[in-house]
């Protein structure tokens, strides 16, 4: 049974960090890129970062860039978001995302874990 089970979300001040985890299970975590989405009130869901399989390629949205940092640790089967500098536009549902595509895609979602960033 897939499972992408995201934690680390919480209640911060403008300007504090967060750390998100998403621990994956029931797949071959290491030969799929894991992305981290994210979607604000009223707001479309938006790709936030992503790293390749072997954790060597990263992209990130503009939005962020600078202040997020997207790991992973394939012994573990386990992704990583560094958020900081936060603002209160970061504010949103942040959801775990693995993907692979090889003639058919495999595209696996996690539950989502809520961060506010508020004073």
């Known amino acids: 049974q897939v499972q992408l089970v995201e934690s680390g979300g919480g209640l911060v001040q403008p300007g504090g960090s967060l750390r998100l985890s998403c621990a994956a299970s029931?797949?071959?975590?290491?030969?799929?890129?894991m992305s981290w989405y994210r979607q604000g009130p009223e707001k479309e869901r938006e790709l936030v970062a992503q790293i390749g399989s072997l954790g060597l390629l990263t992209n990130y949205a503009d939005s962020v860039k600078g202040r997020f940092t997207i790991s992973r640790d394939n012994a573990k089967n386990t992704v990583f978001l560094q958020m900081n500098s936060l603002k209160p536009e970061d504010t949103a549902v942040y959801y775990c995302?693995?993907?692979?595509?090889?003639?058919?895609?495999?595209?696996?979602w996690g539950q989502g874990t809520q961060v506010t960033v508020s004073s």
């Open positions: 995302n693995a993907r692979r595509s090889l003639g058919t895609t495999y595209d696996y």
């Open positions: 029931g797949f071959a975590f290491s030969s799929y890129a």
